[in-house]
């Protein structure tokens, strides 16, 4: 048996991860997947136990988490906004995956609804708890503050037309690209050929062997330093000073960034004065530059929206800041810095060539399962102030 504290060999309360996941379920009285109990694992919250070559926990452990850490979403709310809210209106009972359906996630936007909320108002069978219906199939129904178009979205999904304003273009360039129907061969075509672009502009950029060699110092370090999940672990026990101790290592991997980023002549200034130059390196701008040039020339125009929405996405990814920093910028990060969310040294990034194919193809699958779906209905956002525009 290999664990991160001493313990008695006592098996009783130990269990694998799927009666774990059992378990809490029962105990939160609300679904816990083996990938929340494997998450606590990961992340030193519970300890991590081998017994014949299975990952396992400690029911004592998870019970001991859960009671020190776990309070309710209902009840938290409850306490800041008083006991008479309408907590059925949460759906706190979906999932992740199931409140960011298919378009939906298409691209990252603060403060949207979730889409069981939209239903909620607008379809008179969503939940047996409703009491009232607005809506009919065939309706139009008008969204003055549109935001990234869930309402739409949804309205279509339920058979109703809709008009939705918003003064900002981007956000209307957001809902009417989800909105919209694709030739999914042009729309694969497109994205093949500026991804073999890409991959082909960057086979003789001296940045790609750096961060490979950077990767690879950051390895060793990260597997000596901050082995996972026995550090986290002992984080969670404060057995170490997290602060203290990742700024001890972080300083003490520093001269080895240095030392490549000078080997390969890596251009790492910033300019304040433009948006571009402060928040994105060289390399990183180079390649933005470099696909927006090939999406500019596609001729099928939903395609090309589509394209541009998904560089949006990918830009804001590779932005030069910390992994806990992408929402709100603070300051420009071109260093190797501890990184509390994954419990290492991390980098800035130098390519956005991981980033443009995964969300290539996020965004393929997600506009095809969305295509499914749609009924022939109308939606269209405009762009103006909703007090005075006319529809």
């Known amino acids: 048996m290999c664990r991160d504290e001493a313990r008695s060999e006592d098996f009783t309360s130990i269990v694998s991860l799927q009666e774990a996941s059992k378990f ?6 609300k679904e816990v997947s083996v990938s929340n109990i494997s998450y606590l694992v990961q992340y030193g919250r519970v300890s991590r136990i081998e017994k014949e070559g299975s990952l396992m926990v400690d029911i004592n452990d998870l019970l001991h988490y859960y009671k020190n850490n776990y309070t309710s979403r ?9 006991e008479d809210i309408n907590w059925n209106l949460s759906f706190s009972e979906y999932r992740e995956v199931e409140t ?3 378009v939906h996630r298409l691209h990252p936007y603060k403060g949207k609804f979730i889409p069981q909320l939209v239903e909620y108002f607008l379809d008179s069978h969503t939940d047996s708890f409703k009491t009232q219906t607005f809506f009919k199939k065939g309706d139009i129904v008008l969204d003055p503050f549109c935001g990234s ?6 309205a279509n999904e339920l058979g109703m037309n809709a008009i939705g304003v918003d003064v900002s273009a981007f956000n209307a360039h957001i809902t009417n690209t989800k909105i919209d129907s694709y030739d999914h061969k042009n729309l694969k075509a497109q994205i093949t050929d500026i991804t073999k672009s890409l991959k082909e502009y960057l086979r003789n950029k001296n940045y790609i062997e750096f961060e490979e060699k950077l990767l690879n110092e950051l ?3 990260n597997e000596r330093n901050f082995p996972a999940p026995d550090f986290r672990r002992k984080v969670v026990l404060k057995q170490i000073d997290e602060k203290a101790y990742g700024k001890e290592k ?3 991997f520093l001269p080895i960034y240095e030392r490549l980023t000078k080997e390969y002549n890596i251009d790492l200034q910033t300019d304040k004065k433009n948006f571009l130059h402060q928040w994105f390196i060289k390399a990183v701008r180079d390649e933005i530059e470099f696909v927006f040039e090939h999406i500019k020339k596609i001729e099928n125009l939903q395609s090309k929206k589509l394209l541009s929405l998904i560089l949006s996405r990918t830009i804001r990814s590779c932005r030069a800041t910390t992994h806990s920093d992408l929402a709100t910028l603070l300051e420009p990060v071109t260093t190797t810095y501890y990184c509390k969310k994954h419990g ?3 980098k800035p990034l130098f390519s956005i060539a991981s980033w443009w194919d995964r969300y290539s193809k996020d965004a393929i699958k997600r506009v095809e399962e ?4 749609k009924t022939d209905t109308l939606q269209k956002c405009l762009v103006g102030d909703s007090r005075n525009i006319d529809i």
């Open 24 to 29: 809490a379920s029962e105990f939160l009285k």
């Open 74 to 82: 209902e009840h938290i709310h409850k306490q800041k906004l008083g």
């Open 100 to 102: 960011t359906k298919h």
């Open 149 to 154: 178009g869930t309402t739409l979205i949804q």
């Open 219 to 221: 390895k060793k370090f």
């Open 250 to 252: 972080e300083l003490e």
């Open 344 to 346: 290492k040294i991390c």
């Open 370 to 373: 969305f295509g499914k779906l």
